[in-house]
């Protein structure tokens, strides 16, 4: 008798908490809506979402509570509610003469539902920082930007603020900055770096807990690469190399120097072989290494010499000075022999069959752009869009295509990114289901950061 009178009391006790919860003051409520999960799953019924001081405060079924008790309401019906999106690909650079430019693109990530991004690498860390500051006072609107810092890569570096190792002294001085830096990650770059000073970084940095992306150079394995403790592979050259039969072979050419980069990925398409991929898929899934695939970038360089994007209306919100850092890569799509034209295209097929057999195996997937300056015609807030839907044409469904986007908490070990409550209120309401069609992600109704509406179409 007196367990079930404690049973009783406990029930009451929860309902009677619950109400004093509800009937508390709320900033924002966001009403009878569809709720879309972080992991790209649709929840029954329909809900209202209570926002308070930058998080979510309450979830509630549509039926279950009266309306109307936040300072301001809005109507989410026949809507969806999603996390504001996560562009886990992004770079702010360019110098002390483009960052104005630079902040322009904190508006348009918002503008484009992105609350949230990774830059990858650049030379505007200590502006990013700054931005990041600004925000969190509230006198900026901005994406929460999480980075890399500068890349690491070799002397004579091909990217402006690289740090530059060429020995055990140098890597070690040069992770102890980026974490004077207190960045989110480290990114490593393969345009001069030796495979040595390459995987002395990942081994320096696993032993110092510190979370590893980038590209690799091809003087390594991608087993090695695995091995030493890369965390999540930029772009797919390098998983292509992972699922090569003559990987090992084509690894000493590039070291002897009778092979190149660009010329080696015909021999490695000639010579992927489905059993050592599964192979490779089952390492990257058992050592829980991301990848993020940036099939869009891929998509708008192939075809540089087919399509003519300049009159992109995005263009206009350009200066001169950053749309002059698109010219190196235009040029070089537009002098190119018929035959590397071709072979372009035809690798950019291969990656988007890649992109699906990575997600077959069970391969965690990370959505990201690759925008900013260099990049031609990748812009700042749509490429994200773009990125999504060349997963979804990859044959990965719309709700993992999501997914990917989010995932980048979980890759950058950070808190707070699920659609639950005490999660932070970074929303989007959409006008129209994802789910059905991936090109919904464009149809934004409201926009909220931290708790705040900063767009309402």
């Not at 006790?13 to 709320?26: Q, R, T, V, Y």
């Not at 920082?129 to 006072?137: G, L, R």
């Not at 393969?190 to 081994?203: E, F, H, N, P, V």
């Not at 932070?424 to 919904?440: F, G, I, S, Y």
């Amino acid at each position: 008798m007196i367990k079930k009178i404690t049973i009783v009391f406990l029930f009451l006790l929860l309902i009677a908490c619950n109400e004093h919860k509800l009937s508390s003051s709320f900033d924002l409520e966001i009403n009878n809506t569809t709720l879309i999960d972080e992991k790209g799953n649709q929840l029954n019924g329909l809900y209202d979402v209570f926002l308070k001081k930058g998080k979510i405060a309450v979830i509630t079924e549509t039926d279950s509570a009266p309306t109307n008790r936040a300072d301001t309401l809005i109507d989410g019906t026949d809507k969806f509610l999603l996390l504001g999106f996560w562009d886990n690909h992004t770079h702010f650079r360019g110098g002390p003469d483009l960052i104005d430019q630079n902040e322009v693109f904190l508006e348009q990530f918002l503008h484009y539902g992105i609350t949230t991004v990774r830059d990858a690498g650049g030379d505007l860390t200590p502006q990013i920082n700054e931005w990041n500051a600004q925000s969190s006072k509230g006198t900026i609107l901005a994406p929460t930007i999480y980075t890399s810092g500068p890349k690491l890569d070799g002397k004579n570096a091909r990217w402006q603020g690289s740090l530059e190792v060429n020995s055990i002294l140098e890597i070690e001085n040069a992770l102890d900055s980026l974490q004077r830096l207190n960045v989110d990650c480290v990114k490593l770059y393969d345009s001069t770096i030796s495979g040595d000073m390459y995987l002395a970084i990942l081994r320096q940095a696993e032993q110092r807990n510190m979370i590893t992306s980038g590209h690799m150079p091809f003087t390594v394995t991608l087993d090695e690469a695995i091995d030493a403790g890369l965390d999540n592979i930029e772009h797919l050259y390098y998983v292509l190399k992972g699922c090569s039969s003559r990987e090992r072979e084509i690894t000493e050419d590039i070291k002897s120097g009778s092979l190149d980069f660009w010329g080696s990925m015909s021999q490695l398409i000639d010579s992927y072989d489905e059993e050592t991929a599964q192979k490779t898929f089952s390492k990257l899934k058992k050592a829980n290494v991301y990848v993020t695939p940036t099939l869009h970038i891929g998509s708008i360089l192939s075809y540089l010499d087919e399509i003519d994007h300049s009159s992109d209306t995005y263009l206009d919100l350009l200066q001169p000075e950053f749309i002059a850092t698109y010219e190196g890569r235009i040029r070089s799509a537009l002098n190119a022999s018929d035959e590397a034209k071709s072979n372009r295209k035809e690798l950019q097929q291969f990656f988007i069959k890649l992109t699906r057999s990575l997600d077959d195996a069970g391969v965690k997937l990370l959505a990201g752009s690759d925008s900013g300056a260099y990049n031609s015609y990748i812009y700042p807030g749509p490429s994200l869009h773009g990125e999504l839907e060349e997963l979804v044409k990859a044959g990965i469904p719309p709700s993992k295509a999501l997914s990917a986007m989010y995932r980048g908490a979980a890759f950058l070990k950070k808190d707070g990114y699920q659609l639950k409550v005490d999660g932070k209120a970074n929303l989007v309401l959409l006008n129209q289901n994802p789910l059905k069609d991936v090109k919904a992600t464009r149809d934004i109704n409201v926009v909220i950061k931290d708790g705040i509406v900063i767009l309402k179409n």
